[in-house]
């Protein structure tokens, strides 16, 4: 049986930087959880990050930059949690590597998760084009990083 990684949030867990979880709504991603298909899974609360805790943005670049050392992740009281964002994303890896996971589906924006879009380091609310530390080094491993909006095509590549 494939199986894919999910953001714990995505997946009912109350480990958002608010404290907060989305409700699981969608039936096949209830049913992946059912089935043990969909493995959760919080790169930030890995990392050592506790929940509640302040938002963070990466600042000077993406994911990628901040695995490289040009960019890092500060939270709105000025501190550098760089390092509990790279741990966590490592010890991501290593869980997808364990249960050989193909793909993972990540949360949207985030400093960790954004498969896509992440917020541009001012604490502004701009977004911008960009991955997540731990999107940018699932793809450098090639593990397939999908996001909440794209299930059905999670699907696919889990089926086939």
Request: glycine share 10%; with cysteine.
């Amino acid at each position: 049986m494939k199986q894919i990684l999910i953001s714990a949030c995505l997946a009912g867990e109350a480990v958002r930087y608010d404290g907060k979880a989305f409700p699981v709504r969608d039936p096949l991603l209830m049913e992946w959880l059912r089935e043990k298909r969909a493995l959760p899974f919080c790169p930030e609360v890995a990392g050592g990050l506790e929940t509640p805790r302040p938002p963070a943005e990466i600042q000077g670049g993406t994911g990628l930059d901040v695995l490289e050392g040009r960019a890092r992740i500060v939270n709105t009281l000025g501190e550098d949690v760089t390092v509990d964002f790279v741990q966590g994303a490592n010890k991501a890896l290593s869980f997808a590597r364990k249960h050989q996971v193909i793909a993972a589906m990540l949360k949207e924006k985030s400093p960790s998760c954004g498969s896509g879009t992440i917020y541009d380091g001012t604490f502004s609310g701009r977004l911008e084009p960009g991955y997540g530390v731990t999107a940018a080094l699932f793809r450098l491993h090639h593990i397939v990083v999908f996001n909440e909006t794209q299930i059905e095509a999670a699907a696919r590549l889990l089926a086939g």
